[in-house]
């Protein structure tokens, strides 16, 4: 199934809804939830998923799952998604907060194929199979380090939002502290308890996340720059600390000419129904 929306075949008695779209650049999945389990992978492009509790930024040819039942908000920057959409009793195993993962190739051309299916692909047949194998292949993946806590507090969240917005590498604790109305050491201490990380290495790892997307159309040089390094050793061995891989790993995914790749049947990304 490819560019419908999950409302018109979530009756179906199938405990996976594989769905196929192609988001325009800049295309925003407001704020909603599904009944089911989501496994959105992006083929092409960044994606941002942001809920209540965190916010995680996914690469090209990674994948985030979403737990049933969690509202959230998804940033499509030239994307092409495949999404499975899973029925909470046949996943117990299913984390219970978002969490992205890297797809290997069974994986994603098991997913391809699916996508292909028809809504009311045959349980017992070819199809069966592959679906039944798309989940024991999911359940095997471990979770990569690509998202950050949000606070609990209003004040403290409403400070990282906005710094993910716009990072900067001049933001201290004191700017925080008074923003906040408290001390710097109250502000440490509840920013610890509610993120198990300290304002300054959230804040690293914040600017790591926002280079993500922007190396989709800069250069790792040019990126470093624009968040503040003082050259791109620094910037690449912060990347690489944080992730375990150097940032010219998703710079090297651009097509020639600085163009996105194609959507996964090799075509542009076009107009997406309203669904996520």
């Keep these: 199934m490819r560019n419908i929306a999950l409302a018109d075949v979530d009756h179906l008695d199938r405990d996976v809804l594989p769905i196929g779209t192609d988001y325009p650049p800049g295309h925003v999945l407001d704020w909603h939830e599904h009944r089911r389990a989501q496994f959105l992978y992006g083929a092409t492009g960044v994606m941002i998923v942001d809920t209540a509790e965190g916010t995680w930024t996914v690469p090209p040819q990674r994948a985030v799952l979403i737990p049933a039942a969690t509202r959230h908000r998804v940033r499509m920057l030239g994307v092409s998604t495949g999404s499975l959409y899973v029925e909470p009793r046949a996943v117990p195993w299913w984390p219970a907060a978002c969490r992205v993962v890297d797809v290997p190739p069974l994986l994603r051309e098991l997913l391809l194929t699916a996508t292909g299916f028809p809504a009311d692909y045959d349980r017992s047949g070819r199809a069966g199979c592959v679906i039944a194998l798309l989940l024991h292949e999911i359940a095997a993946l471990r979770p990569l380090p690509f998202q950050v806590r949000i606070p609990a507090s209003a004040a403290l969240a409403a400070l990282c939002r906005a710094y993910l917005a716009a990072p900067d590498t001049g933001v201290g604790n ?97 107009a997406a129904p309203p669904h996520g």
């Design 174 to 270: 004191a700017e925080w502290a008074a923003r906040a109305a408290m001390s710097e050491r109250a502000l440490t201490r509840r920013f610890r308890a509610e993120t198990g990380d300290s304002p300054a290495v959230w804040r690293a790892r914040a600017r790591m996340l926002t280079a993500v997307p922007l190396l989709a159309t800069a250069s790792v040089t040019e990126v470093a720059g624009r968040l503040g390094y003082a050259t791109p050793a620094a910037f690449t061995a912060a990347f690489t600390r944080t992730f375990g891989v150097p940032p010219s790993r998703f710079a090297a995914e651009r097509a020639p000419h600085g163009g996105q790749k194609g959507g996964p049947n090799g075509g542009p990304n076009g």
